[in-house]
């Protein structure tokens, strides 16, 4: 009740109140009149990125940066244990891909660690047409 994400009762997470709109990503993003392009195969990612198996990326194309992530657990089954290192691709990149991305969230527990330890590399992603931005 005191904010969103971990540590909020230490004043992390704290925000000023906000709107919520629903709608499509893109018309919220760039407008009503915005429409998805008809025939576009890049995607623009608005958030890091894990590829799942199914994701059929052309890696010969795009404009894509990958990253290492890390960090440590906070859990009470081993607070600061080193969590497995995962590489993703950043946002902002621009991937070609014969369908919408989807993303996977990987298993990036410690070493002998009681229970599985995600993370969240799900696609948030806008078609975009080949040649740019409209």
């Given at each position: 009740?005191?904010?969103?994400?971990?540590?909020?009762?230490?004043g992390w997470g704290h925000f000023?109140?906000?709107?919520?709109?629903?709608?499509?990503?893109?018309?919220?993003?760039?407008?009503?009149?915005?429409?998805?392009?008809?025939?576009?195969?890049?995607?623009?990612?608005?958030?890091?990125?894990?590829?799942?198996?199914?994701?059929?990326?052309?890696?010969?194309?795009?404009?894509?940066?990958?990253?290492?992530?890390?960090?440590?657990?906070?859990?009470?089954?081993?607070?600061?244990?080193?969590?497995?290192?995962?590489?993703?691709?950043?946002?902002?990149?621009?991937?070609?891909?014969?369908?919408?991305?989807?993303?996977?969230?990987?298993?990036?527990?410690?070493?002998?660690?009681?229970?599985?330890?995600?993370?969240?590399?799900?696609?948030?992603?806008?078609?975009?047409?080949?040649?740019?931005?409209?």
């Open positions: 009740d005191s904010g969103i994400g971990g540590e909020r009762s230490r000023a109140s906000c709107e919520f709109r629903e709608g499509r990503l893109g018309n919220l993003l760039f407008g009503p009149s915005w429409t998805a392009p008809a025939e576009s195969n890049s995607q623009w990612l608005l958030s890091m990125f894990s590829p799942a198996d199914e994701d059929e990326i052309d890696w010969t194309q795009g404009s894509y940066t990958v990253a290492e992530r890390s960090g440590r657990v906070e859990s009470s089954a081993g607070w600061g244990a080193l969590k497995k290192s995962a590489r993703m691709i950043t946002e902002g990149s621009v991937l070609i891909s014969k369908s919408p991305l989807v993303g996977s969230a990987r298993d990036v527990e410690p070493e002998g660690f009681p229970h599985p330890v995600y993370r969240d590399g799900f696609a948030l992603a806008i078609p975009i047409p080949a040649g740019g931005a409209q």
